[in-house]
């Protein structure tokens, strides 16, 4: 089993940051594929930022978060994070990471991951 800790979520006005956290722990696999996304009332979890954990680990971005989101990784700490600048008040959602275990085929399709956190509520005032 892989448990998965978020934190970072808040309250923050259109055009502020918020840096989130994913914490990992449990069991380990010899590659992997971590992802965040996103889900807001009366809509389908979407997918946000992903990012191999291998040294030259890849990494995706939806298109309405390009340029904006920033995913990163902390290998010694287990952790990855979600730096969001500019943020807009679309942005609002429930924010999870998740884990994919293997490579990175099929990033952005919810269905691949098998760990998810608990989920952490960012909510952008316009």
């Known amino acids: 089993q892989v448990q998965l800790e978020e934190s970072g979520g808040g309250l923050v006005q259109a055009g502020g940051s918020l840096r989130l956290s994913c914490a990992a722990s449990?069991?380990?696999?010899?590659?992997?594929?971590m992802g965040w996304f996103r889900q807001s009332p009366g809509k389908e979890r979407a997918f946000v930022a992903g990012?191999?954990?291998?040294?030259?680990?890849?990494?995706y971005y939806a298109d309405s978060v390009k340029g904006r989101f920033t995913i990163s990784r902390d290998s010694a700490k287990n952790t990855v994070y979600l730096q969001m600048n500019s943020l807009k008040p679309e942005d609002t959602a429930v924010y999870y990471c998740?884990?994919?275990?293997?490579?990175?085929?099929?990033?952005?399709?919810?269905?691949?991951?098998?760990?998810w956190g608990q989920g952490t509520q960012v909510t952008v005032s316009s």
């Open positions: 998740a884990v994919k275990p293997g490579s990175s085929a099929s990033y952005s399709n919810p269905s691949f991951y098998d760990y």
């Open positions: 449990g069991r380990t696999f010899s590659s992997y594929y």
């Open positions: 990012i191999g954990w291998s040294r030259f680990g890849s990494t």
